[in-house]
């Protein structure tokens, strides 16, 4: 599988449509590995010109900066703006809803400022402007599923009905949790708090949630978060579940993938 970086595509003299930006979970953890494969291989598909950073890319300072430490953030955060502005970047898509809020929202104030979309909100984009295709017979259709939002897209971004359009894009049946959008419950481990012992208490916070989506009794929770997906998995252990977790680029990328290899 190619995957053009941002340096070899300068070396070209060219200039990609947007850069999808890994992140750490994308890139170093085995399960979250399988999004960004799903995510490139969609991309591929379909003809996207983009590039990643490869090992130009660093941590984007998130965890630093919610655990306090100012002066590593300040550091990760003004290498990887000049890195990105001498390839005059414009346009970042992520899969992590952390590393799309500090770019958002955090990153214009040192001088970072670029179009930033959530993978879910440029699924969107691209099924709404007919770039990204799925079959009339789509293999998710009439399934059922629950969506987990993910703290820093809903609550603290307002992103709630992008992931919520890719998966009516592909005809599921969403059932939503009694606790959803503003309401939703965090999965426990943002904010840095994934680095850290859990706090004294009566149950774990992702145990809750796990038991919340298993009583949607939905074959599948979606989720959009490299944490919200690592959590909830191990949620669904706690309650002996066989509940499938997977991220909605994985269930586009599969949908895509079915219906090729059936025809």
Same mark, same amino acid.
């Given at each position: ?5 941002? =340096? ?17 979970? !994308? ?8 999004? *960004? /494969?799903?995510?490139? %291989?969609?991309?591929?598909?379909? !003809? ?13 300072? +998130? ?5 306090? #430490?100012?002066? @590593? ?7 990887? /703006?000049? *890195? @990105? ?9 992520? $899969? ?5 809020? /500090?770019? =958002?929202?955090? &990153?214009?104030? /040192?001088?970072?400022? &670029? ?20 079959? +009339? ?14 703290? &820093? ?17 592909? +005809? ?19 904010? $840095? ?17 796990? %038991?919340?989506?298993? !009583? ?15 959590? @909830? ?19 586009? &990328?599969?949908?895509? #993938?079915?219906?090729?290899? =059936?025809?």
């Amino acid at each position: 599988m190619e995957v053009p970086t941002m =340096k070899a595509m300068a070396a070209e003299g060219k200039q990609p449509e947007v850069l999808f930006w890994v992140g750490c979970a !994308g890139s170093f953890d085995d399960r979250y590995k399988k999004v *960004t /494969i799903s995510m490139i %291989k969609i991309l591929n598909a379909i !003809g996207v010109e983009y590039a990643v950073l490869g090992d130009e890319e660093m941590c984007t300072g +998130d965890p630093a900066r919610r655990a306090g #430490n100012e002066f @590593l953030y300040q550091m990760q955060a003004t290498q990887n /703006i000049q *890195t @990105l502005n001498a390839y005059k970047v414009s346009k970042i898509v992520t $899969a992590c809803p952390h590393c799309f809020n /500090i770019f =958002k929202n955090e &990153y214009p104030d /040192i001088g970072g400022n &670029y179009d930033v979309l959530h993978h879910s909100q440029y699924l969107q984009e691209l099924i709404d402007g007919g770039r990204l295709k799925l079959e +009339d017979n789509k293999p998710f259709k009439g399934k059922k599923i629950t969506f987990h939002d993910s703290c &820093y897209l809903g609550r603290g971004n307002d992103v709630y009905e992008a992931p919520r359009a890719v998966i009516e894009a592909l +005809d599921m049946e969403l059932v939503e949790m009694k606790r959803s959008r503003k309401n939703g419950m965090c999965c426990g481990a943002g904010g $840095a708090q994934i680095f850290k012992d859990a706090e004294s208490g009566n149950n774990e916070v992702h145990f809750e949630r796990a %038991k919340q989506a298993c !009583g949607t009794n939905t074959e599948m929770v979606g989720v959009a978060c490299p944490f919200c997906m690592l959590m @909830l998995r191990d949620g669904m252990k706690n309650e002996n579940s066989d509940m499938e977790v997977k991220d909605i680029a994985e269930i586009v &990328y599969e949908s895509m #993938n079915e219906n090729k290899e =059936k025809a």
